[in-house]
């Protein structure tokens, strides 16, 4: 968190399994953070995501954590979030935002999400709170606009279009296909070291 005991009065949460996190996250990252004039953007890094069990292995929250702690190191106003893996168990928008108003009374919370989460919103666990709790953002692709649920107050933000899919990623790892500039020599440096995805079977 940022030095000493300021807290920021506009902070953005960018939730995701991030296995791995990739320059799509972060184009979509400091691109929010900037069009919303956010003093922390945090990429949230679910513990368990409850959306994804049962479709695929993920690799462990704490290993997810370094690679994007190290993706965001340099980046100015974006930082990694513990809080979900902190928690345990399932991890629920509405819970962190509960938390993150906690520890920062009075901030203004903005969810990020992208425009399939967007359009999927009244699916979500406790969908009203994570509405109640914070500003709502999709990011938008240039000449597309997602329907969205017109009773959300939604906050457009339109980012560049880059096709990159962690999936895509893994299955690039296994195989030996070149991964430069598509993640950053930082993630890449944790995946090496902690001998990620190199035998895993990808979904």
């Known amino acids: 968190m940022p030095p ?19 320059v799509g996250h972060l184009v ?6 900037h069009a919303l004039d956010l003093d922390l953007m945090l990429l949230m890094v679910n513990n368990v995501p409850w959306q994804k069990v049962g ?18 190191a340099d980046v100015d106003g974006l930082e990694a979030g513990d809080h979900e893996i902190e928690a345990g168990g399932h991890s629920f928008t509405a819970d ?9 009374p009075g901030a203004e919370l903005f ?3 992208g425009d399939d989460a967007a359009a999927g919103i009244r ?17 938008d ?11 959300v107050d939604w906050v457009r933000v339109e980012v560049p279009r880059l096709e990159v899919s962690s999936t895509d990623l893994r299955a690039r790892w296994n195989d030996g296909r070149p991964l430069d500039y598509l993640v950053t020599d930082e993630v890449l440096a944790v995946v090496a070291e902690r001998g990620l995805y190199a035998s895993e079977g990808v979904a």
Do not use: C, Q
């Not at 979509?28 to 953070?33: D, S």
């Not at 962190?96 to 920062?104: I, K």
């Not at 692709?141 to 009773?151: I, N, S, T, V």
């Open 4 to 22: 000493g005991d300021a807290k920021p009065l506009r902070i953005g949460v960018f939730g995701g399994t991030f296995d791995p996190p990739h």
């Open 123 to 139: 699916t979500w666990e406790r969908a009203d709170e994570v509405i109640s709790r914070s500003r709502m953002v999709v990011v």
């Open 111 to 113: 969810t990020v999400v």
């Open 28 to 33: 979509t990252a400091v691109n929010v953070r």
């Open 141 to 151: 692709r240039p000449g597309e606009h997602a329907e969205l649920d017109a009773d």
């Open 55 to 72: 479709s695929r292995p993920i690799t462990p929250a704490r290993d997810r954590l370094a690679m994007v702690a190290a993706a965001v």
């Open 96 to 104: 962190t935002l509960a938390t993150l108003g906690a520890e920062y």
